[in-house]
DNA sequence: AATATAATTTAGTTTAACCTAAAAAAATAT
DNA sequence: ATATTTTTTTAGGTTAAACTAAATTATATT
């Protein structure tokens, strides 16, 4: 019944984040995520097992619960909520919103996520495309695959990206490859996997490094 | 050069709203105004008095230092524009915001509060009359005396609370006694230090316990 | 001035969240 | 199957921020 602490909330978001519904998650893993260590991981695992918000035995890594999921799902309600208001609303740039928001995510107050959602008129996606978990926990699942693997002489729009990093993210501002965009890939070279392709109606080329972060959708025509 | 962690800041405050100007501040009076213990106090106010935000001499008490004020109006700066901004946007009710606030205010990104005050465009007054510091620290003096120092038969505007407490705040609100309001006081009565005002033009008795905790601005006619 | 009371400090614990180093278990390679 | 490497856990230690109880200093009362 005790409300959660700043780290098992961050603990639990990194689970979540890691998990990918298969095997139990290694400790390991999760200390690297969080910039920590396997022996502290091992103790904050116990006590959020004891909370039963996770499934945890000896040297068979880490299960989210059903109660797990839907905490961490609630804290990055509140983290994309809180980074769109910083865009939308304070007009800060998207490459400087997460640190901020991770924050902002452990302010605790229901009401006040409620009054924002509607403050902000319930958006359904992040200014990095992530969707924004609803109340109940339910989002869409617009995000789609990755630019590099798009075929030659189709048209995409950009929907997300796989790294949040801001030298990225500014990187991406500065060509013009923000969410929403429409591109048309036109060939992938061989040689270095680079990609060229079309943006209001200019050639330009990009790195394999940049498409493989790249989140799109394919679009007809 | 180490920023300072919450309860550091949370030091900084209290001693900041207790010092008058004259005589140090006690362990006691600190312990009493954050819940916490004389023992607590005075390890807490060793550290501050390295990172010089306070001088401290055993036995004497405790005086912030020009490092020490500001630091403490900053997060007050903070503190204000928040409240304002969750009653004005998000329409939270202003009994509501303090406790929200008091996590908030612990937010650290100066270019978030530099935007928020942009928002917000620029407001002087938080939501229960107390005044916003700006970037610089420098704030409005309006506040003034208490209602029940009032003489009779004179005009006068709401303009603050001494009492912020929630349930304070909700019998304000009930009453229609809000800030900015005009009244005009009628008599104070002997027996049980009661006052009998006029607002909206209609008649009302006010408890000598409300009149100590609002604060007014006498006005002409 | 001596004594009682109150305020403050010191000493010693506790708890959460981290750490390192060593031990144990599991996975991988020979 | 055995040996090596990797992963995980355990044991023991650190730090910040709290606590209680006891000792000390300051203030107030007689
Ligand atoms: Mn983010
Ligand atoms: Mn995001
Ligand atoms: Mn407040
Ligand atoms: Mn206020």
Chains 1, 2 share one sequence.
Request: hydrophobic share 40%; net charge positive; proline share 3%.
């Amino acid at each position: 019944m005790h409300a959660l602490s700043i780290s098992e909330e961050n603990y639990l978001k990194a689970i979540f984040h890691l998990y990918t519904g298969e095997e139990g998650i290694g400790t390991n893993a999760i200390a690297h995520h969080l910039h920590t260590k396997a022996a502290s991981v091992t103790e904050m695992v116990k006590k959020l097992a004891e909370k039963k918000l996770l499934t945890y035995e000896k040297y068979q890594g880490v299960i989210p619960t059903r109660k797990g999921f839907t905490t961490a799902l609630a804290i990055i309600r509140k983290h994309r909520l809180w980074e769109y208001f910083l865009v939308e609303k304070l007009k800060l740039s998207w490459d400087e919103v997460h640190d901020i928001a991770e924050q902002l995510e452990h302010i605790k107050s229901d009401k006040l996520i409620e009054k924002l959602d509607r403050f902000l008129d319930f958006p359904k996606l992040d200014p990095h495309g992530d969707p924004i978990p609803d109340k109940a926990g339910k989002m869409c699942v617009t995000k789609c695959c990755c630019m590099s693997e798009i075929k030659p002489n189709s048209n995409a729009k950009i929907t997300g990206v796989k790294n949040h990093s801001p030298a990225f993210l500014k990187h991406l501002e500065k060509m013009h490859l923000t969410i929403g965009k429409t591109i048309k890939i036109v060939e992938r070279n061989d040689f270095d996997q680079s990609v060229q392709l079309v943006l209001n109606h200019e050639t330009m080329h990009i790195s394999k490094e940049i498409a493989e972060n790249l989140l799109v959708h394919k679009i007809k025509r």
